[in-house]
């Protein structure tokens, strides 16, 4: 089984910086792509960036420049380096991530339990 675990959320001031973490542990034969989504009151969950196997990153448009996704893949790990942090980045942001099960060897679509953000002065 595999598991995917958030850290790093919190409170910011407008402005500020945060850095996001999610570890995946368990049965893991490859990790894929792996990225971040963010869920905002009262709206559904959307993409924040994603980051595959090759290191190629995309970015919502609303974050391009002040927001950099990472992974570390002998850790098994992504990050979220986020900055010029603003009201409207708060939310819920959850960890997703397309791994392959040495177990199974089959591919699943998993999701972190979320780590809220929360940037207000």
């Known amino acids: 089984q595999v598991q995917l675990e958030e850290s790093g959320g919190g409170l910011v001031q407008p402005g500020g910086s945060l850095r996001l973490s999610c570890g995946a542990s368990?049965?893991?034969?490859?990790?894929?792509?792996m990225g971040w989504y963010r869920q905002a009151p009262g709206k559904e969950r959307a993409l924040v960036a994603t980051i595959n196997d090759g290191d190629d990153t995309n970015y919502a448009d609303s974050v391009k420049g002040r927001f950099i996704i990472s992974r570390d893949n002998a850790k098994n790990t992504v990050y979220l380096q986020m900055n010029s942090l603003k009201p409207e980045d708060t939310g819920v942001y959850y960890c997703n991530g397309r791994i392959r099960s040495s177990m199974t060897l089959r591919d699943y679509d998993l999701w972190g339990q979320g780590t809220q953000v929360t940037v207000s002065s």
């Open positions: 368990g049965s893991i034969l490859r990790i894929n792509a």
